[in-house]
Nanobody
Framework: QLQASGGGLVQAGGSLRLSCAAS???????MGWFRQAPGKERQFVAA????????GYADSVKGRFTISRDNAKYTMYLETNSLKPEDTAVYYC???????????????WGQGTEVTVSS
């Protein structure tokens, strides 16, 4: 089970730190963050390999967002900086066996945390 948290209302240019807490060990799973804005499809944001050695980002967030994980704490993070109104969405965390992917082919999903960026 995955539990995302840390969302909220922030002004443009601000920052939020999202967390994804797992109910068990995550060291065997690649993990990722996705987001879904109203009326739009869920889209890839960032992903990280099981041990954290490899990461990937959507072009729209590259240089502003940083994904990380602490396997000892069963937790993954997404540091979001220089937020823009277009970052407004519900952010979901996910986990899968095997290598990370930018597709939505993940085995487990959290419930989402809402991020709203005001202009």
């Amino acid at each position: 089970q995955l539990q995302a948290s840390g969302g909220g209302l922030v002004q443009a240019g601000g920052s939020l730190r999202l967390s994804c807490a797992a109910s068990g060990r995550i060291s065997s799973y690649a993990m990722g963050w996705f987001r879904q804005a109203p009326g739009k499809e869920r889209q890839f944001v960032a992903a990280i390999s099981s041990r954290g050695f490899n990461t990937g980002y959507a072009d729209s967030v590259k240089g502003r967002f940083t994904i990380s994980r602490d396997n000892a704490k069963y937790t993954m993070y997404l540091e979001t900086n220089s937020l823009k109104p277009e970052d407004t969405a519900v952010y979901y965390c996910a986990a899968r066996t095997g290598p990370f992917t930018t597709s939505t082919q993940y085995d487990f999903w959290g419930q989402g945390t809402e991020v709203t960026v005001s202009s």
